[in-house]
T-cell receptor
């Protein structure tokens, strides 16, 4: 079965600093990968997804993620964060053979300091 | 178009009572998912439907939990004989149903069992 590990439960950064949120997955078969964002008191919304092709994926709000098959990672990055990026970020995976079942990591809370 | 709607928004019930949580997906969305999210955790997969067919219920914790989607639209998640450990945010999501479609989440139902 596939699984997702987000090692950092909280990441504090200063405004306008770069940030990387780490995600590693475990699966014996090919996967789709996703990052979702959850703003306070809201539902989750898709930030970006990797399906195939280019390993660098660009999403909304200036975020991007890079798929690294050899390291089974899909880290999320942003070169300069804004206060409005304060949220919880969830990495998720689904296997191609059962693409409708999406498994989420435990989340990383990103807090931005002015 | 409206997003995914869940009701009630908050539900407080006494231990041993049955509860029914409702999800109204985005119109035309084929797939419907139920997740449970504990505080500080990522969404935990419970079950999902394509149209009215329950495709996977492997995430339902035990036989007190059941879900239905009789006409392929609105879904109900029922928890019988609730226990305190059932307290959590229950989230519904829908998608168009293609393999790589993003999930559209509702705002959830916060269930508290006293």
């Amino acid at each position: 079965a596939q699984s997702v590990t987000q090692l950092d439960s909280q990441v504090p950064v200063f405004e306008e600093a770069p940030v990387e949120l780490r995600c590693n997955y475990s699966s014996s078969v090919s996967v789709y990968l996703f990052w979702y964002v959850q703003y306070p008191n809201q539902g989750l919304q898709l930030l970006l997804k990797y399906l195939s092709g280019s390993t660098l994926v660009k999403g909304i709000n200036g975020f991007e993620a890079e798929f690294n098959k050899s390291q089974t990672s899909f880290h999320l990055r942003k070169p300069s964060v804004h206060i409005s990026d304060t949220a919880e970020y969830f990495c998720a995976v689904s296997v191609l053979s059962s693409a409708s079942k999406i498994i989420f990591g435990s989340g990383t809370r990103l807090s931005i300091r002015p | 178009g409206a997003g995914v709607s869940q009701s009630p928004r908050y539900k407080v019930t006494k231990r041993g009572q049955d509860v029914a949580l409702r999800c109204d997906p985005i119109s035309g969305h084929v797939s419907l998912y139920w997740y449970r999210q504990a505080l500080g955790q990522g969404p935990e997969f419970l079950t999902y439907f394509n149209y009215e067919a329950q495709q996977d219920k492997s995430g339902l914790p035990n036989d007190r939990f059941s879900a239905e989607r009789p006409e392929g639209s609105i879904s109900t998640l029922t928890i019988q004989r609730t226990e305190q450990r059932d307290s959590a945010m229950y989230r519904c999501a829908s998608s168009p149903g293609t393999a790589n479609s993003p999930l559209h989440f509702g705002n959830g139902t916060r269930l508290t069992v006293t």
